[in-house]
């Protein structure tokens, strides 16, 4: 399996690509920075941002994009932008009949690392021991592309989100929807 | 002139195309709602109000995009669909050469009834005198998309924003710079 990780914003957005391997591991594809000029008007950034998603869904042609889960609480200053760039590359995914799946910082943490509290450092040297890298990838908008695409290959075995969910048979969806409420049951 | 208006959102994205007239006159072309079900993931309801913005774009050719300028103060729970609507009516512009200006809520208001606080339906009943309806346009998305257009039609002249502003050419915008200064100087 084939995915694209999106960490997304408007002046770097990081993308990265992981193919997984056997017995739990995983390969780095690609890995890299969009940027657009902070003195170009926003539509001018998004327009360049967008283009530069197609040209690596179609390069790259992944199973699954995973895209961080922006909130409203993030910092005030960047969060339209970043929210916007996410919708990017859900739609570009969504065009080409690619499922989407939307992770939560902590989520990506816990799945790198094994605890969702852990630093930024952290998780990058985490990245570059699980790919075989000599040392983290940078910028760290890069790394953490890298760390959302390993993050959706390792996530919990049932745990469907975003668009998956619309990939899935009725029964398969009323399956996920009795597992879910099972575990909250649990939990 | 001709300007297309879009009041974003997820769940409901209004949209209306205004002409202008001489004499300070306006006349509506087009007014509707773009909705996507709310059990559809949000990927496909991005892709579905990005594929009709795309109709709307291609079928009426506007000089001009106008959206609503959206704040990270917004509503919280809605605030990222609509921002994400927002850049992709800005892209969808983008992509097509045609400018996009941005105006904030208080701007509309200004220019459509003369008061910033105005209320909704004061707005909406303005929107129907102006642009010679029987009624205020239902829903209120769509008398809210017709309010934008008005408003970038009627705008200060000088009063440029947004993309906007990149279509000027170098001279224009030091002359744009000027402006902007002495007003600021004497306001």
């Known amino acids: 399996m ?8 408007l002046t770097r957005c ?3 690509v992981v193919d997984s391997l ?8 690609a890995v890299g920075v969009l940027q657009s000029p902070p003195q170009d008007s926003v539509d001018l950034r998004l327009l360049r941002i ?6 690596w869904l179609d ?7 995973a895209v961080e889960r922006v909130f409203a609480q993030h910092n005030v200053g960047t969060v ?5 760039v996410a919708g990017l590359a859900m739609v570009a995914a969504a065009r080409r009949g690619v499922p989407v799946a939307l992770h939560t910082p ?14 930024k450092e952290q998780v990058q040297r985490m990245v570059a021991s699980i790919l075989g890298l000599a040392e983290p990838p940078r910028p760290a908008d890069a790394a953490d592309a890298l760390a959302l695409a390993i993050c959706h290959l390792w996530r919990p075995a049932g ?10 048979t009725p029964a398969q969806r009323a399956w996920a929807a009795a597992e879910h409420a099972a575990r909250r049951g649990v939990g």
Chains 1, 2 share one sequence.
Not at 2 to 9: A, S
Not at 22 to 29: K, M, S, T
Not at 59 to 65: K, L, Q, W
């Open 2 to 9: 084939r995915v694209l990780g999106v960490d997304p914003g």
């Open 14 to 16: 990081g993308i990265g």
């Open 22 to 29: 056997p017995a739990r591991r995983a390969e780095l594809v």
């Open 50 to 55: 967008s283009e530069r998603l197609d040209v």
């Open 59 to 65: 390069e790259h042609m992944p199973d699954v994009v």
């Open 80 to 84: 339209m932008g970043t929210a916007q």
């Open 106 to 119: 902590s989520e990506v943490k816990a799945a790198v690392t094994g605890s969702g509290r852990a630093g």
């Open 159 to 168: 745990a469907l989100q975003g668009g998956e969910r619309n990939q899935l």
